[in-house]
């Protein structure tokens, strides 16, 4: 199987031993969107940063239509990072406050060698905020001057200002207000499709929230103390459960009681 | 004057000391023994109407307005009337345990502080055996399966799931008529936050405790509180059954907040083939 983004039996640990991923295995094909799912001390954070090239992984191997990632590699990592952008969880630590929103897009289009060129940049930078819903005559304000959806929105659009084929976001909605939230969610899912804007891009999410990947992702890989437990069609996974960590992680979200359904609430004291 | 049991909160307004508005005027109450959850976003006022309560409002902010609690006024009552009101009448569970707890200081230790104070208050000194009994007795009760581990543990040594079971164990120490929660397992993974709210459902009725349960998140609050006030910017735009609120929200605010929420658990739904219902 040739994926634009897969991993192949990752393993990680600390030098003391630690391991923190075991035997990881999973590849992303072109154009769909994967929710990487599992809570705290799963391996979540330590995948990303491998499938980011900010970490090398124990042994294993991260490839992209089936050529192997040197992450020590320069010349790799900056092919890379043009192909593989990010948007974080918090907006508001994620936007440097001292440079401008224009400033704060083109800098992936600099450092990456993309263009130098000002009305280049300028024009990227529009074209990147005007896919993410923002107009483009905020470049000149700074990221304090915005709410957290805003912000949101600005550090996607420095994402996919490079171009890139993957977007790899890191529980990306959940320092978000919930009405905010969909909105974020609706766009992500835009850039998932693509349209005459944007270039369609593979989605690779990162979430501990099964409402979220739900919404977005068609693919998941459920992941428990740095195993996969079970991966597969979202649909196929989270309707028909084999394994009882996603089982149990299925009957923890918390539901909304279906209209009609007095039984679903608290009881009345 | 006769006590009213319960918490009556009328015409609180919470202001900056230079000037700006950010709570109310807002008014609801609470019933001894009953539930009311508060919802809201950030920057909707909800944690500010929680400290207010508990009249640890921030230096530079003021309330005005009535705060009563089981009859006692809280709004402009002096630090001495509060020590005695805070842990005996009114206590707190925070988002985040690893702030709330003293980093520098044993689980063991920081329980057993309240559980000092309420029995001094009761008139009894506790001997160092019954203090440590008790501390283990209470650490159980939080079902925290090794008390005498987590009793010598500092913070950073058990799991986040553990530190709040050990918050909820020292905000319930003095045995409060009211239990204030806010936000209390949005730090939580999902499988952890689903034991305590059981937890908190459980210990509330134990002990016959009211319970204001402060929330962004409409399916937590379903699963704990039947009545809720929704806030915007400081004001409530609409009280009730939160079943009514659900099947039919008034205000254009509650039924966007109804509305996002639905999605994503329509989005749930449609993956589950809506065969978990």
Not at chain 1, 80 to 109: H, K, N
Not at chain 2, 150 to 169: C, D, K, V
């Amino acid at each position: 199987m040739s994926g634009i983004l897969e991993a192949r039996n990752l393993e990680f640990s600390y030098r003391r031993g630690q391991s923190v991923l075991h035997d990881v295995s999973f590849s992303v094909k072109p154009g769909s969107s994967v929710g990487l799912v599992g809570e705290s001390g799963a391996g979540k954070t330590t995948l990303l940063r491998i499938l980011l090239g900010l970490a090398v992984p124990t042994s294993g191997q991260v490839l992209s239509h089936g050529t192997p990632f040197d992450a020590r590699d320069g010349r790799q990592l900056r092919d890379w990072r043009r192909m593989t952008q990010t948007v974080f969880q918090d907006p508001y630590s994620s936007l440097d406050p001292r440079q401008t929103v224009g400033r704060i897009i083109a800098e992936p289009l600099r450092s990456l060698g993309i263009t130098r060129d000002r009305t280049e940049l300028r024009l990227r930078a529009a074209r990147a905020l005007h896919s993410v819903g923002l107009p483009a005559d905020i470049v000149g304000r700074y990221p304090h001057e915005f709410s957290g959806g805003q912000r949101q929105r600005i550090a996607i659009a420095r994402a996919i200002a490079p171009g890139p084929r993957v977007l790899l976001a890191d529980e990306p909605v959940s320092a978000l207000d919930v009405t905010t939230r969909i909105k974020v969610i609706d766009l992500l899912a835009e850039l998932a499709r693509g349209s005459d804007d944007v270039a369609q891009m593979t989605v690779v999410l990162v979430s501990h929230d099964l409402g979220v990947v739900a919404a977005l992702c068609d693919r998941v890989v459920i992941l428990e103390h740095g195993r996969i437990v079970e991966q597969g069609e979202a649909a196929s996974v989270l309707g028909n459960p084999q394994h009882a960590y996603t089982q149990r992680l299925l009957a923890s979200v918390p539901r909304l009681p279906a209209p009609g359904d007095a039984s679903a609430y608290a009881a009345q004291p | 004057m006769t006590r009213t049991a319960g918490l009556i909160v009328r015409d609180l307004t919470i202001t900056r000391n230079d000037g700006g508005t950010l709570v109310g005027p807002l008014s609801f109450e609470l019933e001894s023994g009953g539930r009311l959850g508060i919802i809201g976003e950030s920057g909707s006022g909800k944690s500010l109407t929680a400290m207010a309560i508990i009249g640890l409002l921030a230096d530079g902010l003021g309330a005005a307005g009535s705060i009563e609690l089981d009859g006692q006024q809280v709004v402009g009552a002096s630090d001495r009337v509060m020590n005695g009101v805070r842990g005996r009448d009114v206590a707190v569970v925070f988002q985040e345990p690893l702030t709330a707890l003293d980093p520098l200081m044993k689980i063991g230790n920081q329980l057993a502080e309240p559980l000092r104070r309420r029995a001094l208050a009761d008139g009894q000194r506790l001997s160092r055996t019954s203090v440590a009994a008790l501390v283990r007795e209470r650490l159980t009760e939080v079902s925290l399966a090794e008390p005498d581990r987590i009793a010598r543990a500092f913070p950073h040594e058990i799991s986040g799931g553990q530190r709040q079971r050990a918050a909820l164990a020292i905000a319930i120490a003095g045995r409060p008529r009211l239990l204030i929660a806010d936000e209390p397992t949005t730090a939580l993974d999902v499988t952890v936050q689903s034991e305590i709210l059981d937890l908190l459902d459980r210990l509330v009725d134990d002990h016959g405790m009211s319970l204001l349960f402060v929330s962004h998140d409409l399916a937590v609050v379903a699963r704990i509180a039947p009545r809720v006030v929704v806030l915007e910017h400081g004001k409530a735009v609409e009280t009730g059954q939160l079943s009514d609120l659900l099947a039919r929200p008034q205000h254009p605010y509650t039924r966007e907040l109804v509305d996002s929420a639905r999605e994503l658990d329509r989005a749930l739904d449609t993956v589950l083939g809506g065969s978990a219902r």
